[in-house]
């Protein structure tokens, strides 16, 4: 089965840019049709949605943080990242990778929800 795992620096200094890579395996990244993407969980928060990559490459983001969030891929690691420019104390929280199942019908998009999960990683911002 596909697996996901973080990696990246656990703390990261306020005004500073948080970068976190996501490695795939069992399954490839541009495989249609799938979208991989980020969620994140502040303490004591609900899971909040950051942006996304498709199999394609066309990339999306939440309009709350899109200004300050850039998803992007290495196909020959079967990798993506996420990067988040001028962190706060708010950016505090565990960041997630997961995949996103859908189908495209003709232009009709029907998603099934996320199907596979990273075991998240914390990522601190603390100067």
């Known amino acids: 089965q596909v697996q996901l795992q973080e990696s990246g620096p656990g703390l990261v200094k306020p005004s500073q840019t948080l970068s976190l890579t996501c490695t795939v395996s069992?399954?490839?990244?541009?495989?249609?049709?799938?979208?991989w993407s980020w969620i994140r969980q502040p303490p004591g928060k609900g899971l909040e949605w950051m942006g996304a990559?498709?199999?394609?490459?066309?990339?999306y983001y939440s309009p709350s943080l899109k200004s300050r969030t850039s998803i992007s891929r290495d196909t020959s690691r079967n990798q993506f990242t996420l990067q988040l420019s001028s962190v706060i104390s708010e950016d505090t929280a565990v960041y997630y990778c997961?995949?996103?199942?859908?189908?495209?019908?003709?232009?009709?998009?029907?998603?099934?929800?996320?199907?596979?999960w990273g075991q998240g990683t914390q990522v601190t911002v603390s100067s």
């Open positions: 997961a995949r996103i199942s859908y189908y495209n019908n003709y232009g009709s998009i029907i998603f099934l929800g996320y199907d596979s």
């Open positions: 069992g399954g490839s990244i541009t495989t249609n049709y799938y979208q």
């Open positions: 990559i498709a199999y394609s490459g066309s990339t």
